[in-house]
């Protein structure tokens, strides 16, 4: 699994974690393609309003990942993709 279960008291960085370990395992599960995860980050992020959250590096993220749709120079590996999430994570703790 691509999170520890983690026992925290701010219940905001529990939802980011969760959230981002649901972006991890359609990473894992689904057969990597860049566009298809940008679309996914994408309407995840519109649909729980990350925006809100107020969370500038999230929202960098965020904005990366949606940007690989613009073409192929800007897309990231899976594995890049990956330690981007896990890194974002590790932040949160």
Known sequence: ???????MSDPINTRKI???GEMADFCQNEPYD???FSKYVYIRSLD???YLFGDAELNR???AFVGMSAGEEFHCSKEE??????D???SLK
Do not use: G, P
């Open 1 to 7: 699994m691509f999170m520890q279960v983690l026992i």
């Open 18 to 20: 969760a959230i981002i």
């Open 34 to 36: 860049a566009e298809r």
């Open 48 to 50: 729980e309003r990350l």
């Open 61 to 63: 993220l965020v904005d």
């Open 81 to 86: 993709v990956l330690e981007m999430l896990q």
């Open 88 to 90: 974002y994570a590790s």
